[in-house]
């Protein structure tokens, strides 16, 4: 299986990219975000799942982790394959999506491309307990009545959790994270410096 590509950006379509690797140009199917943050001819490295069906095999791509882990969690849902996952990932940041299903809401979920009421109500069903480390990142940015932000240790070590690391590998990232972020950062912060210091 091929789990990362490393290579030059040949050239984009709406939604994908070829990725050149020692000459091999592989089809990529991307996101707006991913899509966006690479220009042809730059060096990239994307995180890859691919997809093998009887007639074809896609190769979906990511620039951060994040993104990667919460697309693998929606395809575990029936009903969603790998091009709706990316769809759905399409209609807002990971955290902000992941918040919208734990919280339930339905409204929000409709809005997301290619979801309508049933498949809105299967995400929550079946993710809402799963997402909840995903979706504190977004909540922690929001400042609690002291006015400091929401977000303890252990919601920085659950998170890092849920995107599969390890105890003693969460532990070590959280503390590079606390390190170099600034005093009282936001979980959603101390998230993305953990992840720039694996």
């Known amino acids: 299986m091929i789990a990362q590509l490393k290579g030059m950006v040949e050239r984009k379509t709406p939604t994908a ?11 990529i199917t991307c996101g707006e975000r991913t899509l966006a943050a ?24 990511f620039a951060t982790e994040l993104e990667e882990a919460l697309f693998h969690e929606l395809i ?14 399409a209609g807002g940041e990971p955290e902000e999506i992941a918040s919208a299903i734990v919280r339930g809401d339905l409204a929000r979920l409709k809005k997301l491309p ?26 922690a940015a929001a400042p609690n009545t002291a006015g ?18 390890k105890p003693t590998e969460a532990e070590r990232l959280a503390a ?8 009282g950062a936001a979980l959603e912060e101390l998230v993305r410096e953990a992840l720039r210091a694996r």
């Not at 690479?38 to 791509?61: K, N, Q, W, Y």
């Not at 400091?148 to 690391?165: C, F, M, N, V």
């Open 114 to 139: 290619g979801v309508g009421k049933k498949t809105a109500e299967r995400l929550v069903v079946d993710l809402r307990d799963r997402l909840a480390p995903f979706a504190s990142a977004s909540q």
């Open 76 to 89: 575990r849902v029936p009903g969603i394959g790998p091009r709706l996952g990316m769809n759905i990932l």
């Open 148 to 165: 400091t932000p929401i977000g303890s240790r252990d919601e920085l070590l659950q998170a890092l959790a849920a995107l599969g690391y």
């Open 17 to 27: 990219v070829v990725l050149d690797v020692n000459g091999v140009g592989y089809l």
């Open 38 to 61: 690479l220009p042809a001819g730059s060096t990239a490295s994307l995180r890859i799942h691919m997809a093998v069906r009887e007639d074809a095999l896609e190769l979906f791509g």
């Open 176 to 183: 590079e994270a606390r390190s170099r972020a600034a005093d």
